[in-house]
């Protein structure tokens, strides 16, 4: 709404293309050739072009566009709520502002300097998320087999992964010196931290050894 209220369109009459300043490129990856060649006889010679088709080189997107500068940007889905991460590449500086500018308002906005290091991005904060969704799965499973309830283990697992990155996001400590906080030697998280995924573990096996640490713990007796 925020972006039509500013002028935008989505996917307007190919005959008022010639009015845009500047286009966002966001189609399939298999299809963007296709697509991409359908608009660019329409567009103005001084149009800007931002591109989030994933996968598809600058140069490349370029040549279709008739020699137009092509930023490239690589957002996550966490941008629909305003939290996203997003990676920007481009050979003209002016498109690097521009991306800035319409990216911010949606999260993180970081310029990385080859297009190489899109792939990198990719693997980290494109495909990123669902490492961390299929963690909050793990965690849920393994409180139900610990004995917990369905609601109660996913709403745990969920307050442990959103409180921690609220301390991560406070900057203040890195994120091994926060994980170093909670895995304290000798204590129930310091051994499953062992066999955890990092370490070529699995998240429910971690958490399960966790809680017969636990359980040792409170069992054991305590010196006199």
């Not at 499973?141 to 991560?168: C, F, K, N, P, W």
Request: proline residues 7%; charged residues 20%.
């Amino acid at each position: 709404m925020f972006a039509r209220d500013e002028g935008a369109r989505l996917n307007p009459p190919l005959r008022s293309l010639s009015e845009a300043r500047v286009v966002v490129l966001a189609t399939k990856p298999q299809a963007w050739r296709s697509a991409v060649s359908k608009i660019a006889p329409f567009l103005d010679p001084d149009a800007m072009v931002i591109s989030i088709i994933a996968g598809v080189e600058t140069a490349d997107l370029a040549e279709v566009m008739g020699g137009r500068p092509v930023a490239r940007v690589m957002p996550n889905t966490a941008a629909a709520i305003g939290a996203g991460a997003a990676s920007v590449f481009s050979t003209d500086s002016d498109l690097y502002d521009l991306a800035h500018l319409l990216f911010e308002p949606l999260g993180t906005v970081v310029d990385v300097a080859e297009e190489s290091l899109m792939h990198a991005v990719t693997a980290l904060s494109g495909s990123g998320p669902a490492y961390l969704y299929a963690l909050v799965e793990a965690l849920e499973a393994a409180g139900v087999e610990a004995g917990l309830d369905v609601s109660a283990s996913a709403r745990l697992s969920r307050a442990t992964i959103i409180g921690a990155a609220a301390l991560l996001a406070q900057g203040e400590d890195s994120a091994g010196d926060l994980r170093r906080q909670v895995t304290s030697p000798g204590g129930p998280r310091r051994r499953p931290w062992r066999c955890s995924p990092v370490r070529g573990g699995c998240p429910t096996c971690s958490r399960a050894r966790c809680a017969r640490r636990s359980s040792d713990r409170r069992s054991s007796p305590r010196p006199r």
